[in-house]
């Protein structure tokens, strides 16, 4: 005997509990997979931005002290961790220096772009092998720390064409 179609079994009439109940925790399963993944990849994204912003910071500062010394009319003094030079043009000295903790310039703390940034190393290194030899070359190295542990150092060396500190020559012409 033939069964109609739309004759149904009593047994099949409906939703029943445990349908339901595993369609809910399928449902809870995918969810919970989905926001995991979304929560991974905003931390992903977060981190890159914080180093991205890390990086802009480091090469910003190498940058415009190098920038600066570039233009030195003279180089009137340095050491490890810091330097004194004077604007040509402006003949305003500047002074960089870095007491292990903060980089100032002309004695006022370096202001950063992105917070929570401060200064983990700072070192300028004459990279000539006598004190006399032209143009003065300068290694410049700074490092940044986060908040968040995250540190990025940028190097960069410098030539400077007026060593204020070598003897006078007159056969010397710049």
Not at 126 to 132: F, I, L, T
Not at 146 to 163: C, F, I, K, L, N
């Amino acid at each position: 005997m033939k069964r109609r179609r739309d004759e149904r079994s009593p047994v099949r009439a409906g939703v029943t509990l445990l349908d339901l109940t595993v369609a809910i925790v399928l449902t809870a399963i995918v969810v919970s997979i989905v926001y995991a993944a979304w929560t991974q990849i905003n931390r992903h994204t977060l981190t890159h931005q914080r180093r991205t912003a890390l990086r802009g910071e480091c090469s910003r500062v190498a940058e415009a002290l190098s920038r600066r010394l570039r233009r030195a009319e003279e180089v009137l003094a340095w050491d490890r961790t810091s330097i004194r030079f004077i604007l040509s043009g402006l003949h305003d000295t500047v002074t960089y220096s870095y007491n292990g903790e903060t980089l100032e310039v002309n004695g006022r703390p370096l202001a950063f772009i992105a917070a929570g940034t401060s200064v983990n190393a700072f070192s300028i290194e004459n990279q000539n092998v006598d004190d006399v030899s032209l143009p003065f070359l300068f290694r410049i190295t700074v490092a940044l720390a986060t908040r968040q542990g995250e540190t990025d150092t940028v190097s960069a060396t410098v030539m400077v064409r007026r060593p204020g500190d070598l003897p006078p020559d007159d056969d010397f012409i710049w």
